[in-house]
């Protein structure tokens, strides 16, 4: 577990926070000002590898001359060892992974004893995505122990490779140490006795293979006893063995949970590789010219995949090296930076340049399958470094892999036994997805079907199951999608004399992207989907994906969705429903009072962003059946509104719903109804969250334009003076197609509720159905209302929820709807502060030949009198309710048999809803009498149901096998959000 902390230790925990945070910050000014100076930072580390390497032969002399304790002959030893590891590491690299790993020691702190007060944590782990210098770090830190810069702090160190233990059978913890040293296996008591001055590096912890629940099985402490090797690790990890050692253990983020778990108090520490300084000073280094560099950098920025890739030093290597050589050939590199795929592809074709006879390399066909393969079954098996076992199982012949060393593809490492990998994580999960697109010819199928394989098909790469056990083979499903272009199917042809499978797009759209009905896609989320159908950068794959979307729900948080939302919509004929929610930063917005700089830096985003904008924006030309348009939360700009609306406004269009919620800047509303002018599909419209005195104007002009042919409006949360209000209910005097007016959370002002009133009276306003929640609106309205009640023959839904009315409210609204003209059928009051004497007038309305038949009145303390009255009313013959909503209307147990009563004579009554009501067992007993009778009509009632009593569970089940035709809902929805009756008041 982590750390558990008592007050004093939550302190000191904050701090070690804080101080490593402003480590990080001190670090990240130090990389900005060395690239302000036009060099890389200047590390001591450099100098050191090049003075350990000239040590080697005083070491060899210390070991053949004089004769050292064995503590100086194992450190000698390693020192030789890790030193060796430093020289052999790539020479391009060595600079730059020594500004990750300088950087990040200083977080250590074994390492940096001013970063934290009191003592340090026994655990720290080293986590971030591959290649970002963990593993190099590690073996710095085995290095400076062996110089004595630890030696205060250590007197052993040991380092144990989780891929070499892979392979490790039964021993004890010491055999476990001292494996390759076997001169210090008499002095393994001696140095475990002083547990707290021994470090233990365990590097790559995901690498490790081991059966899920095999680290915390059978925890053992004693270092002396047999044990698999899980559990000698688990049992370190858990502090069960040697709780005072310290460790150290380098991870990706794929393992953190279960280390999380298994590590007792551990310090987490995010190694990052290069930060944007670090690798623009890497560009500027590696382009003669400034120019070219600057470019060559600015085109991978532009591409955020391959940027954050770039936090390792061998992608800006590749990267660097790709497009330098295109620039030298007077090439443009844009497009090769456009995908990740695109790029990495021509760094795989450019490492094998053609013979000057022409024509592919005929010697790198056959050996380009089995590396593909050794890739796949990699990723599948989450390793990232073989061995000669895993070639020789997979067939493949370690001569067959010279020329990709000899590329700089794979790179070989030669403790013990040769090891390959991969320069980096991401070039396997490339070679991975190639193998899935390269034909197989009938000879390579028996030479290679013949060995156990551990790769799933195309199918299990892209399922969500897979993929969330495995994340790695997202990135290879990318990859993939980026590799079924037919430009570079020929690349690959060209280069390597391979055929392409044509078959992998039809899987790819039988698998994740013919939608499963007309909503979603079938094993990947929109915006996965959206990215894969980018990489591919191929049209007529993208066509045949998007052919079938009815339903598209697009957030975009970023430029990069942008880009890949704007070069898949253009291609949706069929859709019919789009959802758009923009944040914020993807547009800025246009303040004139910032500084220069800033303005320049927007007027330059805005030349970008915008015409993609405009791209994503020709969906309305592209779906022509486009019905439902709903933009959310959204931060658009003055110039991306007036493009959407022009596309709006210009296409023959078939919208017939829209709504517009919570949107910046604030003339955006004007916009869009100004767009809608004159629009005869437009049925619904929405508009919500307008601060603005400036929205009602432009909707007048479309409620009083002759072709409008709006049914239903609902405004929410809109700001409007007096006269506006009174020109909105002139329009609703004349215009003959609105009948559905939602003013939810407006606050109308005297003058504004009384015009709108005495638009309800006029016999041409066609209104059937009002809402006026949460209006502020109380009694004090409500005389004016029932008079226009009394004259009004079409409203026949009223909402006047979360208004104080009140029972003299309740009294006024009664008078109006008592009247025979009146064919008021649903009322909606609920939360309307009415108490058991607001019953008595209702009860008696209901006992009238009343047109009321859905009366909700939630949220109201009713009480056991209200609820009397109620049920008075409802044993008459006279009373047309259908639908009665009661809930939280502090209704008792006591209660119940007056409702059991009225239950068992009311014939029209088939919804009930007793919700947030504590009936108990007694008052659930009480309705079951009358529920049982088939001749109750009841069809839905809704409780408070607990699930634990198992008395209440026995009456339910025994009123469901008496009457089946009755549905019982337990209640557990939040009414803040969806009021129980909304369903049956929608518009």
């Known amino acids: 577990m982590e750390q558990g902390l008592g007050i004093g230790e939550v302190s000191d925990e904050m701090n070690r926070m804080d101080l490593s945070e402003r480590a990080k910050d001190e670090l990240r000014e130090t990389a900005l000002k060395s690239l302000q100076e036009n060099k890389p930072p200047s590390l001591e580390l450099a100098q050191v590898q090049e003075e350990d390497v000239t040590n080697l032969q005083e070491t060899k002399e210390d070991l053949e001359g004089e004769k050292p304790d064995k503590q100086d002959k194992y450190r000698n030893i390693l020192k030789k060892k890790f030193c060796q590891r430093w020289k052999n590491f790539w020479p391009r690299f060595s600079e730059d992974v020594c500004i990750v790993t300088q950087r990040y020691e200083t977080l250590i702190p074994f390492c940096n004893p001013k970063m934290l007060a009191g003592p340090f944590p026994h655990t720290v782990v080293l986590h971030g995505p591959a290649g970002v210098g963990k593993t190099m770090l590690a073996k710095k830190l085995m290095l400076d122990w062996t110089q004595d810069n630890l030696a205060e702090t250590f007197n052993f160190a040991f380092y144990l490779s989780c891929k070499g233990l892979n392979h490790r ?138 940027f954050q890739l770039g936090s390792a030093p061998s992608v800006c290597w590749m990267v660097c090296t790709c497009l330098r050589q295109q620039m030298e050939r007077r090439q443009d590199p844009a497009a090769t930076c456009r995908t990740t795929t695109a790029l990495f592809l021509h760094f795989l074709c450019s490492r094998f340049p053609p013979p000057h006879s022409g024509g592919p390399r005929r010697d790198l066909q ?103 056990k495995n994340p790695s083979l997202t990135h290879v499903g990318y990859f993939l999608f980026g590799l079924c272009n037919e430009r570079r199917a020929m690349e690959l042809e060209t280069t390597f004399g391979c055929l392409v499978s044509t078959e992998i797009k039809r899987e790819l759209l039988k698998y994740t992207l013919m939608p499963h009905g007309k909503k979603s896609f079938s094993m990947m989320d929109t915006k996965e989907v959206l990215s894969c159908l980018y990489e591919s950068q191929e049209e007529q794959l993208v066509k045949d994906a998007m052919a079938h979307v009815k339903e598209m729900s697009l957030h975009l948080k970023n430029k990069t969705d ?127 969250g307008n601060d603005q005195n400036d929205m009602l104007p432009p909707l007048c002009e479309v409620l009083r334009n002759p072709k409008c042919n709006l049914k239903y409006l609902r405004l929410v949360s809109c700001s409007a003076t007096t006269q506006q209000w009174a020109d909105l209910s002139c329009c609703l005097k004349t215009n003959q197609s609105l009948t559905c007016l939602n003013l939810t959370a407006n606050e109308f002002l005297d003058e504004g509720a009384k015009l709108l009133y005495m638009t309800l009276r006029y016999p041409t306003c066609f209104l059937q159905r009002l809402s006026l929640e949460n209006c502020q609106l109380t009694e004090a309205y409500c005389k004016d209302l029932s008079s226009a009640l009394i004259v009004n023959q ?149 409780l408070k149901i607990d699930e634990s009593d198992a008395q209440i569970q026995k009456l339910l089940r025994e009123m469901k096998e008496s009457n089946p035709q009755l549905t019982i809902e337990s209640d557990h929805r939040d009414p803040k959000d969806n009021r129980p009756s909304s369903h049956d008041f929608i518009f």
């Open 794 to 942: 079409r409203l026949t839904h009223l909402c006047l929820a979360k208004n104080a009315l009140g029972d003299r409210g309740v009294k006024l609204l009664c008078e109006g709807l008592t009247y025979p003209e009146c064919q008021l059928q649903t009322l909606v009051l609920w939360c309307c502060n009415i108490t058991s004497d607001g019953c008595i007038h209702l009860s008696t309305l209901l006992q009238q030949n009343s047109s009321l038949t859905h009366l909700d009145l939630g949220l109201n303390h009713i009480g056991i009198i209200g609820l009397k009255f109620l049920c008075e009313a409802l044993k008459k013959p006279l009373c047309k309710l259908r639908c009665l909503w009661l809930w939280g209307c502090a209704i008792t147990p006591f209660s119940c048999a007056e409702l059991s009563s009225a239950l068992r004579s009311n014939q029209n009554l088939i919804t009930l809803d007793l919700g947030q009501n504590s009936l108990g067992s007694s008052g659930v007993n009480m309705l079951c009498d009358a529920l049982k009778l088939q001749s109750c009509p009841l069809q839905t009632l809704r």
């Open 169 to 306: 059978g039964t021993c004890t913890f010491a055999e476990l140490i001292s494996a390759n040293w076997p001169h210090v296996q008499d002095d393994i008591p001696a140095i475990l006795a002083r547990a707290q001055k021994v470090l233990f590096i365990l590097d790559s912890f995901d690498e490790l293979k081991v059966p899920s629940g095999a680290l915390i099985h059978d925890i053992c402490g004693d270092w002396k006893k047999q044990k698999p090797v899980p559990v000698l690790l688990g049992s370190l990890l858990k502090r069960k063995m040697l709780p005072k050692a310290t460790l150290l253990i380098t991870t990706r983020p794929g393992a953190l949970r279960e280390l999380r778990l298994l590590t007792e108090q551990p310090l987490f520490i995010e190694i990052e590789g290069f930060l944007e300084e670090d690798r623009k000073a890497y560009f500027l280094k590696h382009f003669e010219e400034e120019s070219q560099a600057l470019r060559a950098f600015d085109l991978m920025k532009n591409n955020a995949a391959l």
């Open 562 to 688: 942008v880009v890949h939302s704007s070069f898949c919509l253009k291609h949706c004929g069929n859709l019919q429903k789009l959802s758009l929610q923009v944040e914020e930063g993807i547009f800025l917005d246009n303040d004139t009072t910032l500084e220069s700089g800033t303005q320049v830096e927007r007027s330059q985003n805005e030349q970008h962003m915008l015409p993609l904008w405009m791209d994503l924006c020709s969906v309305f030309d592209s779906s022509r059946n486009l019905l439902f348009l709903d933009i959310s939360q959204s931060f658009l700009s003055t110039s991306s509104v007036r493009i959407l609306c022009e596309k709006i406004a210009s296409a023959a269009s078939s919208l017939q719903k829209v709504v517009l919620k919570n949107i910046s800047p604030a003339d955006t509303y004007r916009n869009f109804c100004m767009a809608f002018g004159g629009h005869k599909t437009l049925t619904h419209l929405t508009l919500q």
């Open 366 to 468: 056959a050996p380009l399958k089995p590396l593909c393969l050794l890739a796949a079954e990699g990723v599948w098996t989450r390793s990232s470094v073989f061995d000669g076992e895993d070639l020789r199982r997979l067939g493949v012949d370690p001569s067959a892999l010279c020329p990709f060393l000899d590329g700089n593809i794979l790179q070989k490492s030669e403790d013990g036994e040769a090891c390959y990998s991969f320069i980096h994580f991401s070039v396997q999960q490339f070679l991975a997805a190639m193998f899935y697109v390269l034909e197989l010819e009938e000879q390579e199928e028996e030479g290679l079907g013949g060995r156990r394989w551990h790769v799933g098909d195309v199918g299990k790469l892209l399922s969500k199951e897979e993929r969330l």
